[in-house]
């Protein structure tokens, strides 16, 4: 069960023709998909298409309906091949996953795909985590369009133009027996907007219907000699169909006056951000309407060259707003131009920042840059010659004070207590080479815990740990997730490390969930999921692939219990691979599980604990030791009114969970006794009612004898 | 406290602007960003509008910082071209759900003194940063307040966040009830209500929250600032048996006798050594700080703010009522604690709350708890003092609402009776006395310096391990006081030192600053590198 639920929204996929949807830019594209008669769909989480994956995972019973059929696949290399369903058969399928990442990681099936070509559209949706806000490295999917030869669309970031290219895109993956790329950016995933709707329509021939007719014609195989001709097929046939459809459908789009000494070229998701920056130079008004003429690319990958030139014809100059590096599409025209003679001078790079986002501030001051060189005249006096720098004032005394705010574990996160183990067998062991995978452990990386020095790709951080593993004085550590695990690491992390006897430890944090996506079951989730299979431990399959030395922890807030483990797995004698199973619920999850269930017990009048840490601030001393091993959000230091006392003491609010780490910690480290656990029992039993009332009587009673003894200062007088 | 400045009337009109109106709001994961933003877009839509927004949640969303970014114009029938994401210099309003947040979108440059109006919640919220420093790491907000202010064309800020938590919801319905009593909005207050009504979830208490932050928007002004300023606490005389009130008074009528200067403090320092032990040992702190008073008198103290009776009134207080498990038992059986704390964690008064306290006595502990000749025998036998440390040392945790548990913590705090013959108290008194004859004796030579002997107390806290780690910094420390004492800096450098030692926990940056004193007054050669330090 995912963390966010779109039960709701999913409704929305039903809207039949010339009916309008609002909603997010997500949701838009499966609607799209279903308009267009996919017959397959299925993809993996990661931001930003892990909402896409949910909507889909909720939208199960409107796909059955229509025939469709959803998988959640292994990993993005799953994905791209189940894509093979469209090389004999006249189905339409659809993958969607994170890019550059997931691309990578599908590009083994993408070119296998590509190379044999298909016969069904095949869409793959990319989602590029590129910018701020990115969790990956700042990468373009575009090479990988250009590589495989596989059509690359780029659609201008509004929700028409987003279900018009999934709509174009399988059209021209038709059209060109090519599978087509749709690239849709972090933000347009995010955008809320509207579009209107057509009728779903139902696979002309559905997987089911087709696995009674199999098929298979052999030229499409990538095998030698059809591999061969591949090749040819790609550049003599599929290539220029692609750009006689890309011309005669107008998939790309020109804007403002025909005529004019300059234009800008740019990638359709780069308009809304060209528009407003000539909407700030006073060059294009609220709906567009642009005095700079501009040629959007709403496919970047082919270019069509006579559309090019056209554009170009009687321009000085051109500029191209290409997001990312290398600047493969201005090479490409100014390659193209060159060779065709013309005079138009082309600009990019040197006019816009080769490598980052382009924010609205740096596409402000590019457009800026290069209509003031080359064409003057279109601007206003302000603009032309600005008397003072652009943008406003900056504050920097204030970057000396406001903290980063990077992001972290949540508050009560299982994992929290495991890195806090860690930092104690650190004090105890010394300092080890630790190897991070992909997930929500990456955050153990920041303060306050600072452990992991590398993180190489999903399901691979044992592997990369690999050349550690050849036995040493002090035995290395690899920390991978439950996600990490099932995309790729029980073989190439786990299985291999047995192979080749690894002398290390692999720490297997096991959530529930793949929790850094957004919470999608896994194999080993514990979640009773009705469409997929579940509840198989992780620990089954790591003895399964000859691992002997496993530990199960299943319950990580035992601090104590976690770093003794550790320390016996950095220390036994055992050979081979030391894998430590440490599995909690992740907290989040938990929460949106259990809340709602608790509020119907409450609502019942049935008994209900809920338990919450607390902080005696006469007791802590405020040295923070305990922050040290935390960094837990409801854990945090509150200045006290008392000026005996020069430090904040620790404090615990109300968003407190209750989780254990607090006390655990301050346990196992021999921290300080501040801490205490309130379980707040609401409709308690009736002997529990009676029991406290005898207590309180008696604790009070004795609390009275000694406070009438003795003096009584403001603070600790009874209300 | 409701902060807002308005240079001239006009702010108080609807943004006009180029037909679009461009907000971004800044949150951190799990604030509840993304509900106000749908709230936004609702608002808008009813109120005829056509809106876009976008956010980049991600991993980002996991507690860190988090920017929605909404743009809305008139709805026509040509659909607008709005921006993806908020530039600098061309966002008209910023909603900030935490006071650093705010600062982050001045840096950012998304608030112009000619244009933004900025929203921000003023409380904090603190960044990990801030929270594991060993000392006081708390940024600056004052001056933050100050920056953000004089950036926007108009700010209203309070700490919505108190109003939401009174309302028992999230913090984004008191932003969304300030967002539309600024009136930053051209939007009726109906379609504020009924987008929140339209969420559907928690709707009573978002709207007591929304309806309180929209009332203190619409009203803000400096007024509202003077009611919510703290009124500072008078000090009350203790209750308890007579006899012991008639000392009490007897020993703070000798406190009042002391410079003005010194007298709330020792005030203080005496209700914390008296409430720590009894009335005789508040007559200890008060002849401690008499001799403290004699010697800054003999030394110019009088033109100097008392500076060395300030240190040792605070300073004094806190070594005599050290953290030793006598106190903390005490502390932990007191009376007034148990509804304290079913206040804190909101229990109803049907509920039944029950207690865990997490105690982890070592041998040590216990050593120092017995009568001082017998924890110093034991302590003496290696051997015999592992075992005490095997028998003892172990986790407990002990439910201190039971009646088995109370009364052995109960007891443990009766052992105050006895505290003076117990070997934890003759070492802290026996250190407490070294310590201030030192900085004493100090005063004579260097005055300056004296204080910031005196100061170094704040080093040794906590318990057990940390308390060893505070014990052996603050030896370190001092043990710079003989290179020191002659150097007109010496006072100076004393204080960097005790900084450095509360920057990090492993005190790496004190082992620097040690090593840099050594430098230039090890053996008094160095003066080169004394320049170079500074």
């Known amino acids: 069960m995912a963390e966010r639920s779109f039960a709701k929204e999913v409704e929305k996929l039903r809207l039949g023709d010339g009916e309008t949807f609002h909603g997010e830019g997500i949701l838009a594209i499966t609607k799209a998909l279903l308009q267009c008669g996919v017959g397959y769909v299925g993809g993996y989480q990661g931001a930003p298409i892990s909402h896409l994956m949910d909507v889909l995972a909720d939208a199960q019973d409107i796909l059955a309906e229509l025939g469709v059929r959803y998988e959640a696949n292994a990993s993005e290399a799953a994905a791209a091949a189940m894509l093979a369903a469209s090389v004999h058969y006249p189905i339409r399928g659809a993958v969607a996953f994170k890019s550059t990442v997931g691309t990578n990681v599908a590009s083994d099936a993408l070119a296998n795909l590509a190379s044999g070509g298909v016969t069904g559209g095949a869409l793959v949706i990319v989602g590029e985590d590129y910018g701020e806000g990115s969790s990956i490295m700042q990468e373009r999917s575009h090479a990988f369009a250009m590589k495989s030869q596989i059509w690359l669309l780029d659609p201008r970031p509004n929700l028409p133009s987003i279900v018009k290219a999934v709509e174009d895109g399988f059209a021209l993956s038709e059209a060109t027996n090519t599978p087509v790329m749709l690239e849709v950016r972090i933000r347009a995933c995010h955008l809320y907007g509207a579009f209107e709707t057509k009728a779903n329509r139902r696979p002309p021939l559905t997987v089911r219907e087709a696995l009674d007719n199999p098929r298979r014609q052999t030229d499409r195989i990538v095998l030698p000699p059809a591999a061969f001709a591949h090749e040819q097929e790609k550049i003599a046939t599929r290539w220029p169909a692609a750009q006689a459809f890309i011309k005669e459908h107008g998939l790309n789009e020109v804007f403002g006056p025909s005529a004019g000494r300059v234009g800008i070229i740019l990638q359709g998701g780069m308009y809304n951000s060209v528009v407003r920056a000539l909407q700030r130079l006073g060059l294009a008004d609220l709906h567009g309407d642009t005095q700079v003429p501009l040629y959007v690319l709403n496919v970047t990958y082919p270019l069509v060259d006579d559309e090019i030139a056209a554009f170009c014809q009687d321009k000085d100059a051109v500029l191209v707003v290409e997001e990312g590096q290398p600047n493969y599409i201005e090479q490409a025209i100014g390659a193209m131009l060159h060779a065709g003679g013309g005079t138009t001078r082309v600009f990019g790079k040197t006019m816009l920042p080769m490598a980052g986002e382009y924010t609205g501030q740096v596409m402000l001051e590019g457009v800026g840059r290069f209509l003031r060189a080359h064409d003057p005249e279109m601007l206003a006096p302000e603009h032309r010659a600005p008397n003072r720098p652009r943008g406003p004032q900056p504050a920097p005394e204030l970057a000396e004070i406001v903290p980063q705010r990077p992001p972290g574990f949540c508050t009560g996160c299982p994992e929290r207590p495991i890195f806090a183990a860690m930092k104690l067998v650190e004090k105890e062991h010394g300092k080890r080479q630790v190897a991070a995978d992909i997930g929500c452990h990456l955050f153990s990386i920041l303060p306050p815990f600072e452990i992991g020095g590398t993180t190489m790709g999903y399901g691979l951080g044992p592997a990369s740990n690999a050349a550690f593993h050849g036995g040493g004085g002090k035995r290395p550590i690899s920390i991978i997730g439950d996600g990490g695990f099932w995309h790729n690491g029980l073989a190439s992390s786990v299985g291999n490390a047995v192979y080749n006897e690894a002398d290390g430890v692999i720490l297997i944090v096991d959530n529930y969930y793949s929790a850094a996506t957004g919470g999608q079951d896994v194999l080993s989730s514990r979640a009773e999921n009705r469409s997929k299979s579940t509840n198989h431990p992780i620990a089954d399959a790591v003895r399964g692939v000859g691992v002997k030395w496993v530990r199960q922890i299943d319950r990580t807030y035992d601090v104590g219990r976690m770093r003794d483990t550790l320390a016996e797995a950095l220390t036994t004698p055992e050979k081979g691979p030391k894998v430590i199973v440490a599995a909690s619920e992740c907290m989040l999850n938990r929460q949106r599980r259990e809340k709602p269930l608790m509020a119907a017990a409450l609502k019942d009048g049935k008994r209900v604990v809920k338990p919450r840490f607390g902080v005696d601030e006469d007791v802590c001393t405020g040295d923070h030791a305990c922050m040290r091993l935390s960094g837990c959000p409801s854990l945090s230091v509150k200045t006290l009114d008392d000026p005996l006392r020069d430090d904040p003491v620790a404090a615990i609010d109300q968003s407190c969970v209750g989780c254990g780490n607090c006390g655990e910690v301050a346990d196992a480290a021999v921290l300080c006794p501040s801490f205490y656990r309130a379980d707040v029992i609401r409709n308690p039993t009736r002997l529990e009612r009676a029991m406290t009332r005898l207590r309180q009587r008696a604790t009070r009673a004795l609390a009275g004898w000694r406070q009438r003894r003795r003096l009584t200062f403001a603070g600790d007088a009874v209300a | ?534």
């Open chain 2, 1 to 534: 406290m409701t902060l807002a400045t308005e240079p001239d009337a006009a702010a108080a009109t609807p943004v006009a602007g180029p037909h679009i109106i461009k907000l971004a709001i800044l949150a951190v994961g799990g604030q509840g960003g993304g509900v106000l933003s749908d709230w936004i877009v609702q608002a808008a839509e009813q109120s005829g509008y056509a809106v876009q927004t976008t956010s980049v949640p991600g991993v980002a969303q996991r507690t860190g910082a988090t920017i929605y970014s909404i743009e809305m114009t008139p709805r026509t029938e040509r659909l607008p071209v709005l921006a993806l994401m908020p530039s600098p210099g061309d966002v008209d309003i910023v909603v900030a759900a935490e006071l650093m947040e705010a600062g982050r979108a001045v840096m950012r440059g998304l608030v112009t003194p000619e244009r933004t109006t900025l929203i921000a919640s003023t409380h904090r919220m603190l960044a990990v940063s801030e929270k594991i420093v060993a000392g006081n790491g708390i940024a600056d907000g004052e001056a933050v307040l100050a920056t953000v202010r004089s950036a926007a064309r108009r700010f209203v800020g309070f700490d919505m966040d108190r109003i939401a938590a009174e309302a028992g919801t999230m913090i984004s319905a008191s932003l969304f009830g300030a967002l539309a009593g600024c009136g930053a909005l051209p939007f009726e207050r109906a379609a504020f209500e009924n987008a929140i009504r339209k969420g559907g979830r928690g709707v009573e208490a978002s709207l007591a929250a929304f309806a309180r932050a929209y009332d203190r928007a619409r009203h803000a002004d400096a007024a509202d600032a003077a009611a919510e300023a703290p009124a500072s606490p008078e000090r009350r005389a203790p209750s308890g048996p007579q006899a012991l009130v008639a000392r009490w008074q007897a020993l703070a009528a000798r406190a009042a006798a002391f410079p003005p200067a010194v007298c709330d403090m020792t005030m203080r320092g005496l209700e914390k050594v008296v409430d720590f032990q009894d009335l005789a040992y508040g007559e200890e702190y008060l002849d401690r700080l008499d001799a403290v008073l004699r010697v800054d008198g003999e030394t110019g103290g009088a033109a100097r703010d008392w500076a060395l009776s300030m240190a040792a009134a605070k300073h004094v207080a806190n070594a005599m009522a050290y953290d030793d498990v006598i106190r903390v038992a005490d502390r932990k059986t007191r009376a007034a604690r148990f509804a304290r704390i079913a206040r804190e964690v909101e229990a109803p008064a049907d509920a039944v709350v029950q207690l865990t306290e997490y105690m982890h006595p070592r041998g040590a502990e216990v050593c120092s708890m017995l009568p001082a000749e017998l924890g110093r025998a034991i302590e003496a036998r290696p051997r015999l003092f592992a075992l005490l440390d095997r028998v003892v040392n172990r986790g407990r945790r002990v439910r201190s609402d039971s009646l088995v548990w109370f009364t052995v913590l109960f007891g443990l705090a009766g052992l105050r009776r006895w505290r003076r013959r117990l070997l934890r108290h003759q070492r802290e008194v026996a250190h407490v006395d070294e310590w201030l004859a030192g900085a004493l004796a100090t005063a004579r030579r260097n005055y300056p310096l004296a204080v910031e002997i005196v100061l170094c107390r704040r080093l040794i806290k906590g318990y057990s391990d940390t308390h060893e780690r505070g014990l052996s910094k603050f030896d370190r420390v001092l043990g710079a006081v003989p290179l020191l004492v002659a150097r007109e800096d010496g006072a100076d450098w004393l204080r960097r030192l005790r900084e450095a030692a509360l920057k990090d926990e492993a005190g790496s940056a004190l082992d620097g600053a040690l090593r840099t004193v050594h430098s230039f007054a090890g053996d008094g050669a160095a003066l080169a590198a004394e320049e170079k330090a500074d």
